[in-house]
């Protein structure tokens, strides 16, 4: 059975930082790629940064370039997000998620639906 642990979610003032790790366990194989996703209240979870490893790439959502940095290994199937001058906006429950499998697109990565496995998420909010 595949899990995917997050950790490291919390309250932190706007400006702060925090930095969140998620760790897979039970897939016999390497993952193509593992991301995070966020979902605030009443809305859709949005793509915030994958790291690939097959090919060895990085993306992150307009949203937090330049503020967030994701970094993860592959043997060890794991991903961390470290967040910088976190914002209100960036309030909501954060999901890691795997995929076992190249995508087509590179865009394809941007979309939940790509991803075969979720972690249970993890809360971070941002006080103003």
């Known amino acids: 059975q595949v899990q995917l642990v997050e950790s490291g979610g919390g309250l932190v003032q706007a400006g702060g930082s925090l930095s969140l790790a998620c760790v897979a366990s039970?897939?016999?194989?390497?993952?193509?790629?593992m991301a995070w996703f966020r979902q605030a209240p009443g809305q859709e979870r949005e793509f915030v940064a994958v790291?690939?490893?097959?090919?060895?790439?990085?993306y992150y959502a307009d949203s937090i370039k330049g503020r967030f940095t994701i970094s993860g290994d592959k043997v060890m199937k794991t991903v961390n997000l470290h967040m910088n001058s976190l914002k209100p906006d960036d309030t909501g429950v954060y999901y890691c998620?795997?995929?076992?499998?190249?995508?087509?697109?590179?865009?394809?990565?941007?979309?939940?639906?790509?991803?075969?496995?979720w972690g249970q998420g993890t809360q971070v909010t941002v006080s103003s």
């Open positions: 790291l690939g490893w097959s090919p060895s790439t990085t």
């Open positions: 998620g795997a995929v076992a499998r190249s995508a087509r697109w590179y865009e394809d990565y941007f979309t939940p639906g790509l991803y075969d496995y």
């Open positions: 039970g897939h016999p194989f390497d993952f193509y790629a």
